[in-house]
């Protein structure tokens, strides 16, 4: 699933305004739930890809 919101963006971490990236790719997230998702980010087309592992 790709996705305009950006949590780099968001926590002052994006790369177009950042140049250089702080931390590791790819990003994980877990939810409540336990289910973790990997997230990846496309800066060129401003997008963060999630996908269930």
Not at 8 to 30: A, I, S, V
């Amino acid at each position: 699933m790709t996705c305009k919101y950006c949590l780099l963006f968001e926590l002052g971490h994006c790369r177009k305004t950042n140049p250089y990236p702080q931390g590791k790719e790819p990003r994980f997230l877990r939810l409540r739930t336990g289910q973790v998702l990997r997230l990846t980010f496309d800066c060129k087309k401003c997008e963060m890809l999630v996908d269930k592992l």
